[in-house]
């Protein structure tokens, strides 16, 4: 089925036709259209206030029997749009709130959540980053609102509803910090992503936060087929550090999504379309993926999509 779709997306590539549906932000945002399927939500978060700050990642996932997942929060000017899209999604309860990696632009808006919406479970890596405010309120959130917390490592998995399944392929277990103490810099907190592959029926979804191409090369390594995906957000908002060929070709991914306010590499979008489909949010506006758990996938853009923009 995944060859069948590729050749179908290589197909509409071919023609110039788009392969998705625009629609209203109420009608991206309406789950009516849910029931029984896993869908994913990759959000437009806004411009950057400025050259040095960005909008950063956010996510929000209902599994096929109505379960909520959010994964990552964007910077801390993002959270509206954040709290826009669930209340327009009628949610009341985060049954997952799930933390890639503790940078600002990916745990911001964790404690306005933590306190607005009924939590379930909050989902993180091990790693410390202490010298983080951000990092700090969203710990300090957890403990004080006594939320449910559990620590993700490689060779784990958890239930996502009854139907999906989420394995867990980074970070190890023990983390080795910067000369043997809790010292980090970026490559270094960006390498601890968690590498999050979601499977309902034959549909597979692969998130990894911000890895950088030595920690992909890590994953690969060890994980190596298991990472086979048909729907893959690129690492690190589609920039040049990450999504080397050897991860590009471990995922084979079918769809990419890139979430950015701008295009940070034409080229790593323009590697993945010779594959595949790619969505962007600077181009398409937030973007709903959505799939009966058949290998095949709906999708729906708030902005008219074009299959030929990254195409050679």
């Known amino acids: 089925m995944k060859k069948a779709l590729a050749c179908l997306l290589v197909l509409l590539l071919l023609l110039g036709c788009a392969a998705a549906e625009t629609v209203s932000y109420e009608q991206l945002f309406s789950m009516a259209e849910d029931a029984g399927k896993m869908s994913v939500r990759f959000l437009w978060l806004g411009d950057a206030p400025d050259k040095d700050s960005k909008p950063g990642d956010s996510m929000i996932l209902t599994s096929p029997d109505g379960q909520v997942m959010v994964l990552d929060t964007g910077s801390p000017f993002c959270v509206d749009y ?55 309120a969203y710990m300090d959130a957890i403990a004080n609102l006594g939320l449910n917390h559990v620590i993700l490592y490689e060779g784990m998995s958890f239930a996502f509803g009854a139907e999906v399944m989420v394995q867990v392929f980074n970070p190890t277990e023990t983390i080795e910090y910067l000369d043997g103490e809790k010292k980090v810099n970026t490559q270094f907190l960006n390498n601890q992503s968690l590498v999050l592959k979601m499977t309902y029926g034959d549909s597979s979804f692969l998130f990894a936060g911000d890895l950088y191409t030595p920690g992909e090369r890590a994953v690969v390594e060890r994980w190596k087929e298991e990472l086979d995906c048909d729907v893959v957000k690129a690492n690190h908002h589609g920039a040049s550090t990450s999504s080397s060929t050897s991860w590009r070709k471990a995922l084979s991914p079918i769809i990419t999504v890139i979430t950015n306010d701008k295009l940070e590499d034409y080229y790593i979008a323009q590697r993945y379309a010779s594959v595949g489909e790619v969505y962007h949010t600077y181009y398409d506006g937030s973007v709903c993926v959505r799939t009966t758990g058949d290998g095949t996938y709906e999708v729906l853009t708030e902005k008219e999509h074009s299959s030929t923009r990254f195409a050679k």
């Open 82 to 136: 954040i709290t826009r899209a669930l209340d327009t999604m009628g949610v009341k309860r985060i049954d997952c709130l799930v933390l890639s990696h503790p940078h600002i632009d990916h745990v911001s808006g964790a404690p306005t959540l933590m306190e607005k919406y009924e939590i379930g479970t909050v989902y993180t890596s091990a790693v410390v980053y202490e010298t983080s405010r951000y990092y700090r």
